[in-house]
């Protein structure tokens, strides 16, 4: 596995997605293949060009809303059961790039988290997986960009 950390900001971006509540954070991991299924069919039926790839998560109201879809726009995303959504921007973050096989993006995701608690931050807002990369066969590595918002962690009373 290989992960690259850097501090950057991160740009607002539009996304025709599927969305979901999941248990745990768990779950949601294993929802995503799901809804990019569903979404890469939507665009297959009407002939629309796709976009990247973008999975997030929301766990800041206390239940887990994922999401999976592509930054290009889709005429009726309605009559596939698509919704548009705006993922914020955030003038701090945390990008991770990782590049290999996809089941290692779970611990690329601790190597950031164990980052994040080293430099003195923590996660607020929505965390994204952009998809550079796909290896559907396995034959090659995939190239994840992981974004977490961040802001100081709070000094303990």
């Known amino acids: 596995m290989s992960l690259a950390v850097a501090e950057?900001?991160?740009?607002?971006?539009?996304?025709?997605?599927?969305t979901l509540t999941a248990a745990d954070q768990a779950e949601a991991g294993r929802l995503v293949g799901r809804l990019f299924d569903r979404v890469f069919a939507a665009y297959a039926a009407c002939g629309a060009?796709?976009?990247?790839?973008?999975?997030?998560?929301?766990?800041?109201?206390?239940?887990?809303?994922?999401?999976?879809?592509?930054?290009?726009?889709?005429?009726?995303p309605e009559a596939f059961g698509l919704t548009t959504v705006t993922l914020p921007g955030s003038d701090r973050s945390w990008v991770a790039t990782y590049r290999g096989p996809l089941?290692?993006?779970?611990?690329?995701?601790?190597?950031?988290?164990?980052?994040?608690?080293?430099?003195?931050?923590?996660p607020v807002g929505i965390c994204r997986e952009i998809y550079h990369q796909v290896s559907l066969d396995g034959s090659s590595?995939?190239?994840?960009?992981?974004?977490?918002?961040?802001?100081?962690?709070?000094?303990?009373?």
Do not use: K, M
């Open 8 to 18: 950057s900001p991160i740009e607002a971006v539009l996304l025709t997605c599927r």
């Open 49 to 76: 060009p796709t976009g990247t790839p973008i999975a997030w998560y929301d766990d800041t109201s206390g239940d887990v809303l994922v999401g999976a879809g592509l930054d290009s726009p889709l005429a009726d």
């Open 103 to 122: 089941p290692g993006v779970i611990a690329a995701w601790g190597e950031l988290a164990a980052h994040l608690e080293a430099v003195g931050d923590h």
């Open 141 to 157: 590595d995939w190239v994840i960009e992981l974004q977490q918002p961040v802001a100081p962690r709070p000094e303990a009373s």
